[in-house]
């Protein structure tokens, strides 16, 4: 799944989890209609607070910023 695809995909998640857009906006403290102008990417001012209300994970919203963290690699003997 490329980046785009994934963030649009964790948007749809975090309005379903909220109920809808206007609620995730109302949970947030914005306007549904700024919700509605993501157009399908969360900004990154306002990733933090859709994961807290929504527990959709910032890694998810925007992969491009939050890259999840990698295991740590052993080093050869």
Known sequence: ?????????????????????????????????????????????RVIAVEAATGVLREHLRPDVFAAPRPARRRAP
């Open 1 to 45: 799944m490329d980046v785009a695809t994934q963030q649009r995909a964790a948007l749809a998640a975090a309005i379903k989890s909220a109920g809808s857009g206007t609620e995730l906006a109302r949970r947030i403290g914005i306007t549904p209609e700024a919700v509605c102008q993501w157009r399908g990417r969360v900004p990154v001012n």
